[in-house]
């Protein structure tokens, strides 16, 4: 059964940092691409970072490109998001997502999803 727990959030003030963790077992972590999504009531889902499987290749939209970081350990199938420079409008439930792929081909199609850690970004 794949499991991915997610840890790290919390409150932090404007132009603070975080670092997210999501924790992985039940498949073969360094196999397949995964991704970091978050999501605010009454709003769609929004991809924040992408990872291909052996760590090479990384994508970010525009919202947070220079901000976040997406890093992953494949020895300890744990995935990383170091958030910088975060504002108000970063907050949301951030998921980590498994993607069928090992290679980073858009649109991403998410297999699993995690129970999502809080961050809130306020003064």
């Known amino acids: 059964e794949v499991q991915l727990v997610e840890s790290g959030g919390g409150l932090v003030q404007p132009g603070g940092s975080l670092i997210l963790s999501c924790a992985a077992s039940?498949?073969?972590?360094?196999?397949?691409?995964m991704s970091w999504v978050r999501q605010t009531p009454g709003k769609g889902p929004e991809y924040v970072s992408a990872i291909g499987s052996d760590g090479s290749s990384t994508s970010y939209p525009d919202s947070v490109k220079g901000r976040f970081t997406i890093t992953r350990d494949n020895a300890k199938n744990t995935l990383y998001l170091q958030m910088n420079s975060l504002q108000p409008d970063d907050t949301a439930m951030y998921y980590c997502a498994k993607i069928r792929t090992s290679n980073l081909v858009w649109p991403y199609a998410y297999t699993s999803w995690g129970q999502g850690t809080q961050v809130t970004v306020s003064s």
């Open positions: 039940g498949f073969a972590f360094g196999d397949y691409a």
